[in-house]
């Protein structure tokens, strides 16, 4: 018996009750590697030594203080640690509790900004096809995930959605990187002109797509052919890297890697590791200025923004991972990673791809690798793979959906930032049985 509403109302989940370093252990005894950071999220795994003595001090001195009376020192110092490095002209950030609100926030700030200079007729949001913005109902309006958005489309605002850049499914046979970018960048200016130039205020969009495709990366210079378009018609581009960033990639901001910056920022999951509830919008100051300069504030709050407790979580982790020099690791692991999974599945009859950056990795099934033919989705192929990755003490992030919503299924990997090449030999090893016997089924 159980007053909890879970996730699937059938099928309570089991009960954890220890976990430490990439492994729980559930109130039978049972250990499970964590080989996907719950939602990518732990990226310091769990019980880490100075994340908890940073979270015990900060209890000592201060646990809740509200930001319409007071900032505090360690909130003022997770800004400063996030601007540090960030891309260039991002100048500020606004700490709130998770991925959905940051991005709701996100959204208001490009709303906001255009009211504030002069230009409100700007109100249209354009994003992609199977991307994930968060839950709440503004991000879900923005995201591209139909199977979440299918039955509260009624509730949600109006929302632009262009391809995806997913080589795997849209590159036509023989078409380069390059021109391949090109032709999924224009999509995005063929919108903004049908929609009116002078009416679109932003552009939003995963620098590598998580759990909607799996790990899906963007080829060539997409985005910086992304970054000219937004430019060159006053668009505001917002990157969503709640998952993708603070480091899963190898980077510690995910668009690094694609040599560009946004106008708008956000991250959560990787931020705090899991300690503690925690997500960021990180605003240029162009967006600042125009704020400061027209109403001087963001018309926009939560009770526990900026929560100090939160704030020591998230300092603290980041603070581990540039002391322990982390992100090398993921790289380095990233790499182990790949050839692992390519030596379990790149003959694979049903592993069509394999695909991902740094510790944020996925394989995509098929039923027919020539024809990348999906599996039957009443299969629930996704289900039974987790399923019985769970039985073999692996935890994994399966979706389905993974083509168009209803179509397709991918298994995506992003173990903490800690993972050693033998860990990474004992889930990939797990996985390949896991596969085998959802295959079997």
Same mark, same amino acid.
């Given at each position: ?16 009750? *220890? ?13 499970? +590697? ?90 249209? +949001? ?176 939560? *009770? ?58 996925? +394989? ?38 993974? +083509? ?38």
């Amino acid at each position: 018996m159980t007053h909890l509403l879970h996730r699937s109302i059938h099928t309570p989940p089991r009960r954890a009750t *220890t976990a430490q370093g990439i492994r729980f252990t559930d109130s039978e005894g049972k250990c499970y +590697i964590d080989a996907s950071g719950g939602a990518a999220v732990s990226c310091l795994g769990h019980a880490h030594p100075d994340v908890l003595a940073a979270l015990h001090a900060q209890l000592d001195k201060l646990a809740y203080a509200h930001t319409g009376f007071f900032t505090t020192e360690v909130a003022e110092a997770l800004a400063d640690n996030l601007i540090a490095g960030a891309p260039e002209g991002l100048s500020h950030v606004y700490l709130v509790s998770g991925g959905s609100e940051a991005v709701e926030a996100a959204l208001k700030m490009a709303r906001q900004y255009f009211t504030e200079t002069g230009q409100p007729q700007r109100r249209h +949001i354009i994003a992609r096809r199977q991307s994930y913005h968060g839950n709440t109902l503004g991000a879900l309006a923005a995201g591209g995930n139909e199977w979440r958005r299918a039955q509260f489309k009624p509730l949600l605002m109006q929302a632009h959605h262009i391809a995806p850049c997913y080589a795997y499914r849209d590159q036509h046979t023989g078409e380069t990187d390059a021109a391949y970018a090109t032709r999924a960048a224009a999509e995005l200016e063929a919108k903004i002109i049908e929609l009116g130039p002078d009416t679109v205020a932003a552009f939003i969009a995963e620098p590598v797509v998580g759990a909607t495709a799996g790990a899906v990366p963007a080829v060539a210079d997409y985005f910086k052919q992304i970054r000219a378009i937004c430019d060159r018609y006053g668009v505001l581009l917002i990157l969503d890297e709640v998952m993708c960033g603070m480091g899963r990639t190898g980077y510690r901001y995910a668009c690094e890697y694609d040599g560009i910056a946004p106008d708008l920022l956000t991250i959560a999951k990787g931020l705090g590791g899991g300690f503690q509830p925690i997500g960021a919008t990180l605003l240029s100051a162009r967006i600042y200025e125009a704020f400061a300069k027209g109403s001087g504030f963001f018309q926009h709050g939560h *009770t526990y923004m900026g929560h100090p407790m939160a704030a020591a979580a998230g300092l603290a982790v980041q603070q581990v991972i540039a002391r322990d020099n982390l992100l090398e690791n993921v790289q380095a692991m990233g790499a182990v990673l790949r050839a692992q999974l390519q030596n379990h599945f790149g003959q694979h009859p049903h592993i069509g791809d394999i695909r991902g950056r740094g510790l944020f990795q996925a +394989i995509e099934l098929v039923a027919d690798r020539d024809t990348k033919a999906p599996f039957d989705p009443a299969r629930k192929l996704h289900a039974r793979i987790k399923a019985e990755a769970m039985a073999r003490g692996l935890m994994v992030y399966p979706m389905g959906g993974t +083509i168009d919503g209803v179509l397709g299924d991918h298994v995506l990997l992003a173990p903490p930032f800690i993972v050693t090449e033998h860990d990474l030999a004992e889930i990939t090893g797990r996985l390949s049985e896991a596969v085998e016997a959802a295959l079997a089924a």
